[in-house]
Each structure stands twice: as C-alpha cells, then as structure tokens.
C-alpha cells in the first residue's frame, strides 16, 4: 500500500481525491495548504504526493518549488484548473511550468478517475529505491 499526500485547500477536491485513491487502496493523508503539506513531509513517509498549484498564502508555484526542495525524490504530481477571468488573455502555461519546477506529471483540473489512477501508478512504478532493490549480503 502507498502513502499519498494531497494537498490542496478545496475541500471538495481532497475528498474526491481520497475516496478514488483509497478504493484503489492507497492510504492518503490530507494537507489544506501548504504550510500543512510541509509539515506531513516532515512527520510521515510518502510514496507520492499530489499538489494543487494555487492555493492561498502561497504564490502560484511557490509550494511546488519548495515542496521538489524538501523532497527531490518524491514524486509530485501538480494539479491546477486555474483560469484567467478575462477569456481574451492567452494564461500562461503553468503546468509546464510546475514541471520545470519539479513535478513528475501535471493534471488539469477537471480530470477523470482513469487519468487521475494512470498517473498515480506511473509514478509509483518509477519511484523504486535503488537501495531497496540491492540484494542482501
């Protein structure tokens, strides 16, 4: 079983992402802002952890940065379905830009269950500790 840590202010989303991500027996563990998140990463181990990109008290992609910093080798997937107010102005792209930033995968917000799961297990399959796979001796 993995430890997911969700991290997000919308109360809505954390008990969406929970029930989908339990059922597919996972353990997850609900952060409501980053300050929170910060503080699961140091109390707990995870297997991965899933970030929405705009949440208050921090700047846009702020969190995703310090949350790459205080775990590199923790898989981040960043989610955001933020939208400019004025539909005439091009927003800028930033999924791609939490990826430069250290996430592993981005979601946009509406996502389905399916790619919510396909990307939860990519990033388990590959988040293999080379230690943990050494033979004992």
């Known amino acids: 079983m993995s430890r997911i840590l969700v991290v997000d202010d919308d109360w809505l989303v954390c008990s969406a ?5 339990e059922t597919a027996g996972h ?12 503080k699961a990463l140091e109390d707990v181990s995870f297997s991965l952890m899933i970030v929405d990109i705009f ?3 921090m700047r846009g992609l702020e969190s995703i940065s310090l949350f790459h910093k205080s775990a590199p080798r923790l898989p ?3 989610i955001s379905g933020y939208k400019f107010a ?3 102005t091009q927003a800028p792209d930033f999924l791609n830009m939490a990826l430069k930033l250290g996430a ?4 946009k ?5 399916s790619a919510l799961l396909y990307i939860v297990g990519e990033c388990l399959k590959t988040n293999i500790v080379p ?5 004992a001796i």
């Open 55 to 57: 949440m208050p008290h």
């Open 109 to 113: 917000k509406p996502f389905t269950t």
């Open 76 to 78: 981040l997937v960043a």
């Open 86 to 88: 004025e539909p005439r």
């Open 104 to 107: 592993s995968h981005c979601l």
């Open 131 to 135: 230690e943990l796979l050494a033979p």
């Open 17 to 21: 992402l929970k029930a989908v991500l």
């Open 27 to 38: 353990k997850v563990v609900i952060a409501d802002g980053a300050a929170a998140g910060l």
